[in-house]
């Protein structure tokens, strides 16, 4: 079950940011991330009616604490990412959380991974090199500048490195509750925390057009849902293999880029992409 839940993660997450990057063509990325987070409360709070309520000690609230503002900071640079790069040269790099998780996990949950999940590490930075093969032709390091010229590439390695730290906080928190009440509750205080954010942002008014409420509620729900499935998943299973699968919404990402967005030189980013999965399903099956 933790690999169907990890693919329907995977399916959400990519939906959501699908829609997220359409509606950030016209709007500022701090309203859009907190209308985000607010259009998947009212899923998220119904959840909270079918489950009871598990005691909470201590480490429960140390590790929600600390993964708060690194959670914020990741959304701020997550949503500024998908506004000003393309989904396929900036959704891939997510795929180098498993890779900062191989560490952050032992560290902190005392997880480890086996060689074949070594190999794989190897296969997903040599996917995200080929990711921008079509520029090789100038030099063989051409590839690798170009990442770092590409500022939702970088952002999104950043964002990746967070996600390391806040997912293994959060297999921490769920172990010391359960998975739907972290995943309600967690991210209803991320929403809190990030309104005084928004508004300052939005110079102290945040407006919300008729018109948009549909478009928002499908990005609200989606990423509702990617919470609860990934609460879910991650329960079951050591988190760097649940994050690996989950990170295949890159490929879902690589099409809605093609098929929404009209974005070139699918082929050869979505051949860098596939290395990178099959560096996942190395890590996924090494368990």
């Avoid at 016209?26 to 009616?49: K, N, T």
């Amino acid at each position: 079950m933790w690999i169907v839940y990890s693919l329907l993660t995977a399916f959400s997450l990519a939906t959501s940011d699908a829609l997220t990057k359409r509606a950030l063509s016209s709007g500022d990325e701090y309203f859009i991330a907190w209308e985000r987070l607010l259009f998947a409360l009212p899923v998220l709070l119904i959840s909270l009616l079918f489950i009871e309520f598990p005691p909470l000690d201590k480490t429960f609230w140390l590790a929600t604490l600390c993964a708060l503002p690194l959670e914020i900071t990741a959304i701020i640079l997550y949503t500024k990412a998908l506004k000003s790069s393309p989904l396929s040269l900036t959704m891939p790099f997510l795929a180098l959380t498993p890779v900062f998780l191989i560490l952050m996990s032992y560290l902190i949950l005392g997880e480890r991974v086996s060689k074949e999940g070594a190999a794989g590490i190897i296969l997903m930075a040599a996917g995200s090199y080929l990711l921008n093969i079509h520029k090789i032709k100038k030099s063989l390091l051409e590839p690798v500048k170009a990442i770092f010229r590409e500022k939702g590439s970088v952002m999104m390695i950043a964002v990746a490195f967070i996600f390391s730290f806040t997912s293994s906080l959060g297999k921490m928190a769920i172990e010391h509750s359960s998975p739907v009440f972290f995943g309600a509750f967690y991210f209803i205080l991320v929403f809190l925390l990030f309104t005084p954010i928004a508004v300052m942002k939005n110079r102290g008014g945040i407006i919300i057009a008729k018109k948009d409420i549909i478009p928002l509620a499908s990005i609200g729900v989606t990423y509702s849902l990617m919470i609860i499935f990934h609460m879910l998943a991650m329960n079951l299973v050591n988190v760097a293999y649940m994050i690996s699968v989950k990170r295949t919404s890159l490929l879902f990402s690589i099409l809605y880029g093609c098929f929404l967005f009209n974005e070139e030189r699918i082929a050869g980013k979505a051949i860098g992409s596939v290395i990178m999965l099959s560096g996942f399903i190395l890590i996924v099956f090494s368990k």
